[in-house]
């Protein structure tokens, strides 16, 4: 299932709570761009438990730092369970793809340089 995308303005200076940015949907994956520079974004996603994203490759470096629940991530093969605290980095050009193991939120932050 493709993500839903919204763009939420943060104000600058401002302490907002990350994982109210998006909220769980049954059967769905959801997600809310909080920055977007021509330099990189930073995108809050929320996956229900089963619901993730297929293999691809992307040409930067990505972090993904979870903030609710829990995922396998596989990266060229390998998997990777992570789990709210954690954070993992998704290698430029090479094959990923997750899974909601739980219901699980990420921060993605993709700097383009």
Known sequence: MSPTKDKVPVESG????LAGFVDYQKGAVVSREILGKPTGTVTVFAFDQGQGLSEHT????????VIDGEAEITISGEPHSVSAGEIIVMPANRPHALKATRPFKMVL????S
């Open 14 to 17: 401002a302490a907002v709570p």
């Open 109 to 112: 932050v993709m700097i383009r």
């Open 58 to 65: 992307a040409p930067f470096d990505a972090l993904v730092q």
